[in-house]
């Protein structure tokens, strides 16, 4: 720690197996050097003392979600965990992944996790526990290029009629026309409307039934007639 500060490094990184020594994690948390902590092998209660120190020296810092496996299985990421740490702990959660393919890394993306860890290898067949769970260089370009769509498709949560769907909103779009012929005086019932698609722009859309049902005729209409506000009392 000593030698890092006096290199004048802009961040630390704690790794899982230090996450829960608390007593390095005060001497870290003092020198209030921005830090990333890995969570491998530690409980969401060990975690929240961790984040209580660190707080407690308001040493700005974050959690990676990892599991301490080379490499991790699928089965055994969780990345479930990532919302519920970022729930308890108050604080940004990313990923540290060490399987062999991406996965991991770009579900974490869709969960919110905005720092990515991945290992990468000029060769995953060179000695060392590393590089079996590390991605060559050209497996690590994809991964950035996938994350960056996975980021860029989460966009927003709110819903609503997008730009991009008027097009096929034009051509698909249906509009509520008489079922079969209708008398004048008519009380509009189920049985008497009928929701088409009839390349118009005028009349009643689909979601708009409710506001035409138990509605009375004006004039008799004939079977296909799109339903207009001339049409009904």
Known sequence: ???LKKLGVKALKIASIDANNYQFCEYVAKNKIPTIISTGMCTVEELMITNKIFNKHQCPHMFMHCTSAYPSNERDKHLNCIPLLRKKLKCEIGFSGHGKGMAG???????????????STLNKKMLG???????????LKRLIDEGKKVYLAMGTSKKIFR????????????KLVARKNIKKGTKLKEIHIKPTI?????G???????????KTTKKDLKIGH????NDLK
Not at 105 to 119: Q, Y
Not at 129 to 139: G, I
Not at 204 to 214: G, R, W
Not at 226 to 229: A, D, R, V, W, Y
């Open 129 to 139: 526990p590393d590089h079996s769970a590390s991605l060559e260089f050209f497996e």
């Open 226 to 229: 799109i339903f207009s506000n």
């Open 163 to 174: 730009n991009s769907e008027k097009i096929l909103h034009s051509i698909l779009i249906k």
């Open 105 to 119: 890394s770009v579900g974490s993306i869709a969960l919110g996790a905005n720092v990515i860890e991945k290992h």
């Open 1 to 3: 720690m000593d030698f």
């Open 198 to 202: 009839v390349y118009s722009d005028k």
């Open 204 to 214: 009643y859309l689909p979601k708009e039934y409710f506001k035409i049902l138990n």
